[in-house]
């Protein structure tokens, strides 16, 4: 698989299995279903970030629509599930973010907790991404590849955004200091976690 170029272009540090995209062939409604969650929660987090900095105007310009992108994106996966007469599962524990949570650090107040916060959705936008493309090139499936690369491109855009606003409201050594860091674990986690099918991180 060719995915060097895009993990480098994310910045992700390592790249995904290769063994993940037939494995989350296995069971359509599975990924199907974590996927739907994920983008849930993204929107979730969205409206999060505008509920908690109303009083950063550019944040809440820039983020407001990718709130209605997102729950759009929910939407189009309940009717990717409903077209293959497939049903929407239970929610799952998700790992990968709960892991992903322990690298923010607490404490200097709000200000501070905005860079952290900023930081995990740019990084989840990117791994996003990165299956995403995974799974428009190389499932089985055509209608599911090209369902697929519509997402991968989404989170792309996403993923800038959220780095641009970092650099917008905080000192660039400092972000990329911090983001560094925020991918140094990330790999380490992912290398430390199995690989399922059954979910999309």
Same mark, same amino acid.
């Not at 999060?48 to 109303?54: A, H, I, N, R």
């Given at each position: 698989?060719?995915?060097?170029?895009?993990?480098?272009?994310?910045?992700?540090?390592?790249?995904?299995?290769?063994?993940?995209?037939?494995?989350?062939?296995?069971?359509?409604?599975?990924?199907?279903?974590?996927?739907?969650?994920?983008?849930?929660?993204?929107?979730?987090?969205?409206?999060?970030?505008?509920?908690?900095?109303?009083?950063?105007?550019?944040?809440?310009?820039?983020?407001?629509?990718?709130?209605?992108?997102?729950?759009?994106?929910?939407?189009?996966?309940?009717?990717?599930?409903?077209?293959? /007469?497939?049903?929407? /599962?239970?929610?799952?524990?998700?790992?990968?973010?709960?892991?992903?949570?322990?690298?923010?650090?607490? /404490?200097?107040?709000?200000?501070?907790?905005?860079?952290?916060?900023?930081?995990?959705?740019?990084?989840?936008?990117?791994?996003?991404?990165?299956?995403?493309?995974?799974?428009?090139?190389?499932?089985?499936?055509?209608?599911?590849?090209?369902?697929?690369?519509?997402?991968?491109?989404?989170?792309?855009?996403?993923?800038?955004?959220?780095?641009?606003?970092?650099?917008?409201?905080?000192?660039?050594?400092?972000?990329?200091?911090?983001?560094?860091?925020?991918?140094?674990?990330?790999?380490?986690?992912?290398?430390?976690?199995?690989?399922?099918?059954?979910?999309?991180?």
């Amino acid at each position: 698989m060719d995915t060097p170029a895009t993990v480098q272009m994310l910045n992700l540090q390592l790249p995904t299995d290769p063994r993940w995209v037939n494995l989350a062939e296995m069971d359509l409604g599975e990924i199907l279903t974590d996927h739907a969650y994920c983008e849930q929660k993204a929107t979730t987090s969205c409206i999060s970030l505008v509920q908690g900095y109303p009083d950063y105007p550019e944040l809440v310009a820039e983020v407001a629509p990718v709130v209605t992108e997102e729950w759009g994106h929910f939407r189009m996966v309940l009717h990717e599930l409903d077209k293959r /007469g497939l049903k929407l /599962g239970r929610q799952r524990k998700d790992e990968y973010v709960n892991g992903l949570m322990k690298v923010m650090q607490k /404490g200097g107040g709000r200000e501070a907790a905005l860079l952290e916060k900023l930081l995990l959705c740019a990084l989840i936008e990117a791994r996003s991404c990165e299956r995403f493309r995974l799974l428009s090139l190389y499932c089985a499936d055509e209608d599911l590849r090209k369902f697929y690369h519509k997402f991968m491109v989404a989170e792309a855009g996403h993923y800038v955004l959220f780095i641009e606003l970092a650099r917008k409201y905080f000192d660039r050594e400092r972000v990329d200091k911090r983001w560094k860091e925020f991918l140094e674990f990330e790999a380490d986690l992912l290398a430390n976690m199995e690989v399922r099918g059954d979910r999309m991180h």
